[in-house]
């Protein structure tokens, strides 16, 4: 799957968020989308997604307009996961999963063995098949993000939004979930609040501020300390590993 938008704007009552993004997503890129909060970042997702409506520009998915796809058709090609997921209702985990197959379904048509065989395979694909019967309730915020991760692996798309989804977890959780993303080799164009986590595992970068794009490249282009500081008004210093060419962001004290 292949993204591209042109001219994206968007505005929030008189507030102008989103100021002429041009993206480009190649098939199977892992595109990550940083910047300071307020920059524009799950609002530009949202729109990717259909949540919001741009007020002028347009967004291709495999160089076709989205607006010449229905909504259950847009679902059958990109699948979301963000960092809230509370739910009023208590159900299972494989009743979470099996939510993913619903694109797919004719209105009250029932799940049925196919479904139930991707809805095992989307959860041994994040580690949490002898989970299927727990409540979804009972489970770990890292935890529960996996059971999410696994509903939108059950939309079988070939597109993964990712809305900043591990802020909330500790560094075992993250790690985890994002390697099990980066092992999937699909499309995915994530916000990612962890400069770390970008370098760690992006192709490439798109970095936002004040709606708007400041520099697109790869880990090593945008993650310099003039970049991040034009970004984050923080100074850091940024090392390479020599073994793994790998960046580590480190921050300096803020000294007033």
Known sequence: MELKTIGLETYLGENHILKGLDIDVEKKEFVGIIGPN?????????????????????????????KDFSIKETSKKMAVVSQHNNYNFDFT???????????HK????????????????????????????????????????????????AQKTEFLILDEPTNHLDIKYQLQFMSTVKSL????????????????????????KSGEIVRCGTPKE????????????????????EETGILNIVYKPIVK
Do not use: W
């Open 222 to 241: 945008v993650l310099t300390k003039n970049i991040i500081r034009t970004l984050y008004e923080v100074e850091v210093k940024v090392i390479e590993d």
């Open 38 to 66: 307020g920059s524009g970042k799950s609002t530009f997702l949202k729109c990717i997604y259909r949540v919001l409506k741009p007020h002028k520009g347009t967004i291709f998915l495999d160089e076709k307009n989205i």
């Open 93 to 103: 985990v494989g009743e979470m999963v099996l939510m993913g197959r619903s694109p």
């Open 106 to 153: 004719k209105i009250i048509e029932k799940d049925n063995k196919k479904d139930y065989e991707i809805m095992e395979e989307s959860l041994e694909k994040v580690g949490m098949k002898d989970y299927v019967k727990r409540s979804f309730s009972t489970l770990s915020g890292g935890e529960k993000q996996r059971i999410i991760l696994a509903r939108a692996l």
């Open 185 to 208: 080799g699909i499309t995915v164009v994530a916000a990612i609040h962890d400069l770390n986590m970008a370098a760690l595992y992006c192709d490439k970068i798109y970095a936002m």
